[in-house]
């Protein structure tokens, strides 16, 4: 019993960290360089988008090709911008924060989205469930600006800057 105790107050400690970082009172650089907690936010993040996606390409070759894009993308996108501030230390870091706010943002979209689904009659907009999930969007780009700004040491609005920009590209690809 101490044990499952101990492993849940780790857990807790962790959310609250991903927590704190889309609150925007820590940064990247906050959280250990773990390859253990890569893995795990990335499995989190992984595990929350496949639900995102599942209502728009239910389990299909496709959905499983968009999580590998969105994740390839990603990774490409943080080590591309680290590498030309010459801060490659800090891609474990910055991608752990990637994901483990993604996963938690995403988790919180995940009612909005599935209410979306449920009322997605033609003609009738569902006002409440979009402007939910545009709130948590829009949250969600000041989140990853934070991260850009805290991860290359640029001001916090090129962070939003290149936030907007990766958000358009995702959407492109």
Sequence with gaps: PRSRIARLQTMLAIIDFFLQITLRRRGPEDLPDSRFLLLLSALCYVVVQLFL????Y???LLLFRSLLI???LLCV???GLLWLTR???RSGQ??????GTGALLGVLMLPFNYWLDAQSVPGQPAMLPTAG???IVSWSLVVN?????????IPFVAGIMLSLAYFFLIYLV
Excluded: E
Aim: charged share 5%; hydrophobic share 60%; proline share 3%.
């Design 145 to 153: 600006g934070h991260i850009f700004a805290r991860a290359l040491s």
């Design 94 to 99: 910055t991608l752990t924060a990637f994901f």
């Design 58 to 60: 239910s389990l299909s």
């Design 70 to 72: 969105d994740i390839g």
């Design 87 to 89: 801060h490659m230390s």
């Design 53 to 56: 996606a599942l209502p728009i």
């Design 77 to 79: 996108c943080v080590w």
């Design 133 to 135: 999930l545009l709130a």
